[in-house]
């Protein structure tokens, strides 16, 4: 052991190949691309208040997308954190509308989110159900129920101030929702690259027998990585019902879908095991920019999600490419 | 490959920037109307209407845009953002959430652009003018023919769209109104479509298969009235219980004829258009605008509906 | 082959026994030699070929759709459909009659889902007749019969033989050869040893031709009686102790229960034994609970079972060892991997380089390297040297000496013999899921393993 300890450090080869810059910057290459594009077709996009504009309407997507990333990341997917966001929605309004504090009101929403996250993971792991698809199918289904039911149908509107500042305030020109987001992704990559459960999960995710057979407790981290992904979507719940001072049962309705999108953007792969929180950031911007210049643009609604489709599938056929190339 | 990749991404950006860029040419007065989403005949009209309006004035440039579905309402946020970073010369909206657009009117308001509010009101004190119908008074259109139809006698039901649009809580209560006036009528249900033809129809079964003695039903929407009407078909009851519906799109209006349908209220969705159009030009140049521009109801039955389909 | 022969096939792991066998269905090329089929000589490029011809597959896994009959399995993609519309009653009525044929009646109604292994055999025995099939390749067909189900796939065998089916039989029960064949040919190392009627020949006489043409002399490699701490004691069906610097190595045929042994050691699967660690009880019902007290498993099955592709080397060398804390301290990581990479030479250009673009031998190195940093008590190796090249081969068995060296335990499955005999102290052979027999450096040779591992003897 201790001749081993001198032994001359590993080798490291420092040049990156072309195959490698392109894994790890595609997404921000691709963002960059497209900024560039709509900056030379749209004079209001080069504008600062513009820019600010896109980051405050990515927040809700890249909140939801970073819970969906860590939950493919294990190779499954949330389907429920569409849900799960209005659930909170109507749940933090119901009780600001009672009296309760902000404070105490938005910690309900995140618990909320956490929990229903949870519990997918627990019948995921504990029924043993065949899929992630099922459970978090089954919860997409009972939480618009319950947000339904809760709010009585009705958009609970017109809530307080001190809550509405974490989706409509700003802080030094930065509005909150940024602050927010990027609260978030910072500490989401410490937790997936520099702590035990976070690559734990990439290990599940790669060979969830191997992970095993090394000691991971499988079954929890699952219902640990559901749960951040029903807490994310409980913080994007805070975000938006404040910006649009509503909590409205039926909001997030199709969000699951965006998420998922932008975590394919961001480099995710539906097999698991491979994905950043870097990646997936850039992804829900992709996305963000792309409706905001086609806005810019007059493209209608429609041809947006043409677009974004076509996106999607080039995004994932390049990355096959890609990886051919370096099986090669 | 790799050289086939990148032409191909090349020759698709050149394309994508020439399409982009074509018909770009500043005019003087740009106009946006944000339109609650563009999947109905009532939509396409209104947009007919506002683009007829536009020709009329040369200088104007409109743009029309919605969202994919009337309940993205954030979808529709976010395209009136991206409105006012352009800074518009006049805002015109229909809202998909009453309460959840008020922020950002407010950031239209500070950006100094002229906010209209179209079909669907708003209670926001700095708007420059509502166009639309009175909807109450529509639902009450629709409750007293009700009345008239069963001759205040029966057990009627109301099939609402999504619970908490103003404009069908507005027509609902019009019509409550009306039918409570008549102590012999009882309303035995008020349930939920979301607008949409298939909910109406399986709403519909559910409350036939409740009240097997229902004399009449309020919709208010065309889709969900028409969705009502299969249902009543499929229990062979056509005819034998009164329908309304609202909006008076031309699927509706042929179904008044054929007699499947007993009356619906009429709005004017072209006209809707027009007038918001006209009055957002007037607002952009500065000029005053009327506070309330109203775009009329009608009961449209049997006897008048040939006039409405031409 | 003569027509209406019973042919069976013996030999040791990696004799060539499957390889010959994926040559005769043209899943593999041929490397030389020439297939002749009914005085032709045929080439057979792909296993359409092979069934053309006649000749039939049955696999250890058998491939049957559980939810359908047994008439539907029969017939499956073949349905005699003379008017193109499938006619069931036909399909059965055939199915029937092939079972009375072959003398075991059974409901052909019924879905293969809740049948017995035996009873699915014959079902692909069936299907293969219902085919004209000429010859019946049977993989180990009686690897997991009971003995009466053995017999009476014999007879069925037999009674087919006496149509003008010929059969060949694979198997490592070299009793059951003798009674079922009528000619055995022994492989070692891709070659014919002995192709003898199995009139003349009794198993002694098989397992010398298995093991080499003569008894070699062997410098004894084993180092003989070890009497340092216990470290691990098995006590049940299986009873076996380790101590502290030890390679034990475990011998058996397929299905001799090695692999399950080491499985359940490692917490996967019922426990069906008691355990002591270091003189302590201990309960494994989860790999958690194996590694918590000092175990470490190096599955065979790496890529299903071990590596991480996905993930970079450096990541899955720390797979186990993170276990103890909850923040990762980057550079000391990557200064560790890095050493072990060094010292265990592992041919990579980068820590962060994915595990899937390393070689076997390699992977398996990293595999090792993972338990090597964890620390582990008693090493569990299943097969390490499988698909490995020579150079890894050598490598991996200086380091398992290297270890016991420094008192870790190793408990070693190989399919390759000479590689116990190089790397252990002591040889356990299994038969049957139970001990059959201790050899220590004196008596440990290849001829009393193979004796041993076919149930000779017994």
Redesign the interface.
């Known amino acids: 052991m201790k001749a081993a300890a001198q032994t001359v450090p590993f080798p490291q080869v420092p040049r990156l190949t072309g195959a490698a810059v392109l894994r790890r910057f595609g997404p921000l290459l691709g963002l960059v691309?497209l900024c560039g594009?709509f900056g030379?077709?749209s004079e209001?996009f080069r504008?600062g208040?513009?820019a600010v504009?896109v980051l405050?309407?990515s927040a809700?997507n890249a909140l939801l997308a970073l819970g969906q990333m860590v939950v493919i990341l294990t190779a499954g997917i949330d389907v429920s954190v569409g849900s799960i966001l209005g659930l909170c929605c109507v749940l933090a309004a119901l009780l600001l509308k009672a009296g309760v504090p902000a404070v105490l009101s938005i910690l309900a929403a995140l618990a909320a989110g956490a929990a229903l996250g949870a519990v997918n993971g627990v019948l995921l792991t504990k029924l043993r159900l065949p899929h992630p698809f099922i459970p978090t199918l089954g919860m997409m289904n009972v939480a618009r129920g319950l947000a339904?039911v809760m709010a009585?149908?009705?958009?609970i509107?017109?809530l307080p101030v001190r809550f509405?500042v974490w989706g409509?305030g700003t802080v030094a020109g930065l509005p909150v929702p940024v602050i927010v987001v990027g609260l978030c992704y910072v500490l989401g990559h410490v937790f997936l690259t520099r702590t035990t459960p976070g690559r734990d999960l990439y290990a599940i995710g790669g060979n969830a027998r191997a992970a095993l057979l090394c000691g991971v407790p499988v079954d929890s981290r699952l219902i640990l990585a559901y749960g951040f992904s029903g807490l994310t979507a409980g913080i994007a719940a805070v975000v938006?019902a404040g910006?649009?001072?509503?909590g409205?049962p039926?909001?997030g309705?199709?969000a699951e879908l965006d998420s998922i999108a932008a975590v394919i953007l961001g480099g995710g792969s539906f097999f698991g095991g491979v994905g950043t929180a870097a990646g997936t950031l850039a992804g829900a911007l992709i996305m963000a920019v792309l409706?905001?210049g086609l806005?810019?643009?007059?493209?209608?609604?429609?041809w947006q999600?043409v677009m974004i489709g076509v996106a999607i599938v080039v995004t994932v056929w390049?990355d096959m490419?890609r990886q051919k190339?370096a099986n090669r | 490959?790799?050289r086939w990749?990148r032409r191909t991404w090349f020759a698709g950006?050149l394309l994508?920037?020439g399409a982009?860029?074509g018909p770009?040419k500043s005019r003087q007065l740009e106009i946006a109307f944000v339109i609650k989403a563009?999947d109905s005949e009532f939509w396409l009209r209104v947009k007919n209407g506002a683009e007829a309006a536009a020709r009329t004035a040369p200088e104007v440039k409109l743009?029309v845009?919605?969202?994919?579905?009337e309940?993205?309402?954030?979808?529709q946020?976010?395209?009136l953002?991206?409105?006012i970073?352009?800074?518009v010369a006049a805002l015109a909206v229909a809202p998909a959430?009453?309460?959840?657009v008020?922020?950002v009117l407010d950031k239209a308001k500070a950006a100094g652009i002229p906010v209209l509010i179209a079909d669907t009101d708003v209670p926001w004190a700095s708007k420059r003018g509502f166009i639309g119908i009175d909807n109450r008074l529509g639902g009450k259109l629709a409750g007293a023919y009700v009345v008239n139809a069963i001759a205040g006698h029966g057990k009627v039901a109301v099939i609402g769209g999504?619970?908490?649009v103003a404009t069908h809580e507005a027509r609902i209560a019009g019509f409550l109104e009306e039918i409570g006036k008549v102590p012999g009528i009882e309303c035995v249900a008020v349930q939920?479509a979301n607008s949409e033809r298939a909910t109406g129809m399986a709403v519909m079964e559910n409350v036939l298969t409740l009240h097997r003695d229902l004399r009449a039903v309020f919709a208010t929407n065309d889709q969900m009235a028409l969705g009502a009407l299969e249902a009543i078909a499929a229990k062979r009851r056509t005819g034998q219980i009164v329908l309304v519906g609202f909006d008076a799109g031309r699927e509706t209006l042929r179904a008044v004829q054929s007699g499947a349908l007993s009356a619906v209220i009429a709005q004017h969705p072209e006209r809707i258009g027009w007038e918001t159009v006209r009055a957002a030009i007037q607002a952009a140049k500065r000029n005053p605008v009327a506070a309330w521009v109203d775009t009329g109801t009608a009961v449209v039955t049997r006897d008048n509906v040939a006039r409405f389909l031409q | 082959m003569a027509p209406a022969e019973v042919h069976a096939l013996v030999g040791e792991n990696g004799a060539g026994k499957s390889t010959l066998l994926n040559v005769v269905m043209g899943v593999t090329a041929s490397d030389g030699g020439q297939m002749f089929w009914e005085g032709r000589p045929v080439e057979v490029r792909n296993p359409r070929d092979a069934r053309r011809l006649g000749i039939t597959f049955v696999h250890q896994e058998l491939a049957l759709v559980p939810q359908l009959s047994v008439a539907e399995n029969v017939f499956l993609g073949r349905h005699p459909a003379r008017t193109g519309w499938v006619s069931w009653d036909d399909i059965q009525k055939r199915t029937a009659q092939i079972f009375e044929e072959l003398g075991h009646p059974i409901d052909v109604q019924r879905p293969v889902a809740g049948m017995g292994l035996a009873e699915r055999q014959l079902i692909e025995v069936a299907r293969a007749f219902a085919f004209d099939a000429r010859l019946i390749i049977l993989d180990e067909p009686t690897a997991a019969l009971s003995e009466a189900d053995a017999e009476r796939l014999r007879r069925t065998i037999h009674r087919l033989r006496a149509r003008g089916v010929s059969f060949i039989f694979v198997s490592h029960r070299l009793k059951e050869v003798i009674d079922v064949a009528d000619r055995i040919t022994v492989l070692r190392e891709g070659r014919t040893v002995v192709s003898s009627p199995s009139a003349g020949t009794d198993e002694d006489h098989l397992v010398r031709a298995m093991a080499g043409s003569s008894f070699r002399e062997r410098t004894p490699r084993l180092r003989g009686e070890n009497t340092a701490e216990e470290v691990l004691r098995i006590c049940g069906p299986i009873d076996l102790q380790l101590r502290r610097g030890e390679v034990v190595g475990l011998a058996g045929a397929a299905g001799g229960g090695c692999s399950e042994l080491l499985e359940w050691l490692f917490g996967s699967g019922p426990q069906p034994a008691q355990v002591f660690v270091a003189g302590r009880k201990v309960t494994l019902a989860s790999p958690r609970d194996a590694i918590r007290h000092g175990l470490a498993l190096v599955p065979d099955d790496r890529a299903e079972k071990a590596v991480i592709p996905a993930a970079s080397l450096q990541a899955n060398i720390m797979l186990a060892a993170i276990r103890r804390r909850f923040f990762i301290d980057q550079r000391e990581e990557r200064r560790k991997s890095g050493e072990f990479v060094v010292k265990l030479r592992i041919r990579a250009e980068r820590l962060d380089q994915p595990a899937a673009s390393l070689s076997g031998g390699d992977q398996q190195k990293m595999v090792l390297a993972r338990w090597l940093h964890a620390g582990a008590q008693v090493l569990l190796l299943d097969q390490p040297t499988r698909g490995v090249d020579l150079r890894s081969k050598a490598e991996i068995h200086e380091l398992i000496r290297q270890l016991a060296g420094r008192g870790t335990a190793v408990l070693l499955t190989s399919s390759n013999i000479d590689d116990l005999l190089n790397a252990a102290d002591r040889i356990v052979v299994l038969h049957r899921g139970r001990i059959a027999g201790e050899l220590t450096s004196a008596m440990a040779t290849e001829e009393r393993i193979l004796q041993l591992a076919t149930g000779v003897g017994m």
């Open positions: 691309v594009v030379g077709l209001p504008t208040e513009n504009n405050r309407q809700v339904l009585g149908g009705l958009p509107s017109d509405r409509a938006l910006r649009m001072n509503s409205f039926l909001a309705s199709g409706r905001n806005n810019l643009l007059n493209v209608s609604a429609y999600t390049i490419l190339a | 490959m790799c990749t950006v994508f920037a982009c860029s770009r563009l743009t845009l919605a969202p994919e579905r309940i993205n309402i954030d979808q946020v976010t395209i953002e991206d409105q970073v352009k800074r959430g009453v309460w959840e008020i922020p999504i619970p908490g939920p």
